[in-house]
């Protein structure tokens, strides 16, 4: 079983930076696809970035490349997401998610476990 608890989201201005952090409660004996997905109203959840814990590789929308960055702590039990250069469009609940062993697959509906969210509100 995996528990996620993500923690950081809030109001922001436009341009401003935010960390969010997911706190995962999960075996660090096997290696995990771990990602930050976001949903705006009205629009489906798509993936921010993933990230596996094997070997550190990520892989990024083309949204965000460039702004974020996914990244884990050395314990491998804490996952971020540092967004830079924030614009409106970005607001959205974002989630962190996880999916046993290898990225496989980056869609949201692959990944079984889910945090419960924290809003991100970027004001123009």
């Known amino acids: 079983q995996v528990r996620l608890v993500e923690s950081g989201g809030g109001p922001v201005q436009a341009g401003g930076s935010l960390r969010l952090s997911c706190a995962a409660s999960?075996?660090?004996?096997?290696?995990?696809?771990m990602g930050w997905f976001r949903q705006a109203p009205g629009k489906e959840r798509e993936v921010v970035a993933v990230?596996?814990?094997?070997?550190?590789?990520?892989h990024y929308a083309d949204s965000v490349k460039g702004r974020f960055t996914i990244s884990q702590d050395n314990a491998k039990i804490t996952l971020y997401l540092q967004m830079n250069s924030l614009k409106p469009e970005d607001t959205a609940m974002y989630y962190c998610?996880?999916?046993?062993?290898?990225?496989?697959?980056?869609?949201?509906?692959?990944?079984?476990?889910w945090g419960q969210g924290t809003q991100v509100t970027v004001s123009s």
């Open positions: 998610a996880a999916q046993m062993y290898y990225c496989t697959s980056i869609r949201a509906a692959d990944f079984p476990y």
């Open positions: 990230l596996y814990t094997g070997d550190g590789g990520t």
């Open positions: 999960r075996s660090t004996d096997s290696s995990y696809c």
